[in-house]
């Protein structure tokens, strides 16, 4: 991954080389992590940051992070920062924030022109559900699972509804708007954008009181949270692309999260009935933390396919980000034909979902 800042290209390796040599020892004179053991955590396709584990003997483990991409401002990073701290001194089961030693929750170090944005947080109790090979807790239904997804994501919600920020974090159509998408998508994907601005025109007449929109996590799925596989408690991190939007969308991310756990059966109609009853559980934990009108949850499936256009756009920023050519494999041509037809439910319910190359579609090329 690179990106430009004017003439000068910074890349990931890069960023990397400069943390061991100069960044590292910068980072723990100021959070005070001397004597801990600093290492890196491999990067994932589209990460933003470069991530190190700080760990030291009769000490809490903690996350540091180092953000170099040019695209998020110090009034951004603050919001994101200023959101998880209000979170956890309220309740919200999240990984907490780690002042500095000036007392700062972000940290501006400057090294040849550049600024690294730089925080540090606890690590989170447990690990991942995928770490523990999507086994969860032994002699427990996987229904506690669900439930608690629902309970936390709910805990957050109410959280927020009560958060007034001191700095600001962009709102949804701050990004997501018809400048973006002609800048992303392709000219010969016309169907696909006039699917997008439909989308976007439809949310601009939706409601955005304090009991639907607010301050949401944005990417809520198990890549982003631990689990703590003795009490089956979840903390939730990486509140990177947190952003004001209607609480629907992180629930439909949810609701998105569920299909790996029945993917395989080749009966639809199965398929359909566990989703219900999965989603139902889900919601039980999740109303009992916070409200959830009727009118907003009929508004599932358009939320999924605001979650589908989401991850569309997200795909092709990164290949721009990595400098590919515009080019959709299977899994994105499946997403690009789900939005230009209007199949709901990422057509999980639908002839054109395969069991032998699930979420998969012809090859093609834009």
């Known amino acids: 991954m690179f990106v430009r800042r004017g003439e000068i290209v910074i890349h990931y390796n890069e960023v990397v080389a400069i943390g061991d040599t100069y960044l590292l020892t910068v980072v723990?004179?100021?959070?005070?992590?001397e004597g801990y053991e600093i290492q890196r955590i491999p990067a994932h396709d589209g990460g933003r940051n470069v991530v190190y584990t700080c760990e030291k003997e009769g000490e809490s483990a903690k996350i540091l992070r180092i953000a170099f991409l040019p695209d998020r401002s110090r009034e951004d990073f603050l919001g994101e920062v200023e959101f998880v701290r209000y979170l956890f001194e309220h309740g919200g089961s999240v990984s907490n924030?780690?002042?500095?030693?000036?007392?700062?929750?972000?940290?501006?170090?400057?090294?040849?022109?550049?600024?690294?944005?730089?925080?540090l947080f606890e690590k989170a109790k447990g690990k991942l559900l995928v770490e523990n090979n999507y086994r969860y807790r032994e002699g427990v239904p996987i229904t506690e699972y669900y439930y608690n997804c629902g309970k936390t994501l709910g805990r957050l919600h109410q959280i927020?509804?009560?958060?007034?920020?001191?700095?600001?974090?962009?709102?949804?159509?701050?990004?997501?708007?018809?400048?973006?998408?002609?800048?992303?998508?392709?000219?010969?994907l016309s169907l696909l954008k006039e699917k997008m601005v439909g989308l976007l025109d439809t949310l601009q007449g939706l409601d955005r009181d304090q009991e639907t929109f607010g301050m949401l996590h944005f990417d809520y799925n198990d890549g982003n949270y631990s689990i703590d596989f003795n009490?089956?408690?979840?903390?939730?991190y990486d509140f990177d692309n947190s952003c004001f939007?209607?609480?629907?969308?992180?629930?439909?991310?949810?609701?998105?999260?569920?299909?790996?756990?029945?993917?395989?059966?080749?009966?639809?109609?199965k398929r359909k009935e566990f989703m219900d009853d999965y989603f139902e559980t889900v919601l039980e934990g999740y109303r009992s933390e916070t409200n959830l009108e009727e009118s907003?949850?009929?508004?599932?499936?358009l939320f999924i396919?605001?979650?589908?256009?989401?991850?569309?756009?997200?795909r092709f920023e990164d290949m721009g980000n990595n400098c590919k050519e515009p080019e959709c494999y299977e899994e994105l041509s499946y997403l690009i034909k789900c939005l230009e037809e209007d199949i709901p439910y990422i057509g999980f319910f639908h002839e054109i979902y395969s069991i032998e190359d699930p979420f998969e579609y012809e090859k093609r090329n834009i």
């Open 160 to 188: 927020s509804k009560g958060y007034t920020p001191v700095h600001h974090r962009y709102s949804f159509f701050d990004k997501y708007n018809t400048e973006y998408i002609d800048k992303l998508i392709p000219n010969s």
């Open 245 to 269: 939007g209607w609480y629907m969308f992180d629930l439909a991310s949810i609701w998105g999260n569920g299909v790996g756990w029945i993917q395989f059966e080749p009966d639809a109609s």
């Open 231 to 236: 009490t089956g408690q979840i903390t939730v």
């Open 296 to 301: 907003m949850l009929e508004k599932l499936p």
């Open 305 to 314: 396919q605001v979650n589908l256009m989401e991850n569309i756009l997200g």
């Open 97 to 119: 924030v780690i002042s500095s030693r000036k007392g700062n929750l972000l940290e501006e170090i400057p090294y040849n022109n550049h600024i690294f944005f730089v925080c």
């Open 28 to 33: 723990s004179e100021t959070f005070g992590l």
